[in-house]
């Protein structure tokens, strides 16, 4: 069922790259560059940035934040750039993807972050909490949530432009303690 549903979201982003590709240069896609495309994904979305970035040579690079990889692209080597962004409750599957990743790869971990601090949940769940009600959100770590959307939002711009406008970086060298990196 999860595949079949990854099979779904990896041809919608299929057919996205090729209409960037065919469009680029012209009408609202004329700041396209079709040579320089990265994808990203969380969860299952990460999954499914792998699952294109194996399967499409225009794709330069891709990141997955708090996902599972498995099915076909957790066997296959994969000679891209990836950035695997998670927090301390590290996915099984990711082990088995990191030895296959033969290109430059950083994964990145918040150490107080959980599953749902890579999505909007991280900085609303405080808020709610602020106006006076009492979300219980299960899969959110300690992290503060506009913490967390920094440290996001550093790693991701770092990894992609070191990727597609291969700018140096020293983000995944020069780091505080709440965040590990390997390489």
């Known amino acids: ?60 690079c891709a990141a997955d934040l708090a996902g599972s990889v498995y099915g076909d692209a ?6 891209r750039p990836f950035l695997i962004l998670d927090g301390s409750q590290r996915e099984s599957t990711l082990g088995g993807w990191w030895a296959n990743l033969a290109g430059t790869r950083y994964w990145v971990t918040l150490k107080a972050a959980k599953h749902l601090n890579f999505t909007d949940w991280s900085w609303l769940a405080p808020a709610l909490r602020a106006s006076g009600l009492k979300p219980r959100i299960p899969n959110l770590g300690s992290i503060d949530g506009l ?9 991701v711009s770092a990894f992609f432009d070191e990727c597609l406008k291969h700018r140096a970086t020293r983000a995944f060298d020069d780091r505080p303690p709440d965040v590990a990196v390997k390489r």
Do not use: C, N
Not at 1 to 20: C, E, G, H, N, P
Not at 27 to 50: C, E, N, P
């Open 1 to 60: 069922m999860i595949l079949r549903a990854i099979k779904a979201r990896a041809q919608d982003v299929s057919f996205v790259l090729a209409t960037i590709k065919a469009r680029a240069g012209r009408g609202v896609f004329r700041a396209a560059d079709a040579t320089r495309i990265g994808v990203l994904g969380h969860s299952l979305g990460g999954l499914t940035a792998a699952q294109v970035a194996a399967a499409t040579s225009s794709v330069a």
């Open 74 to 79: 957790r066997r296959k080597p994969f000679r």
């Open 147 to 155: 913490r967390a959307l920094a440290l996001e939002r550093q790693y």
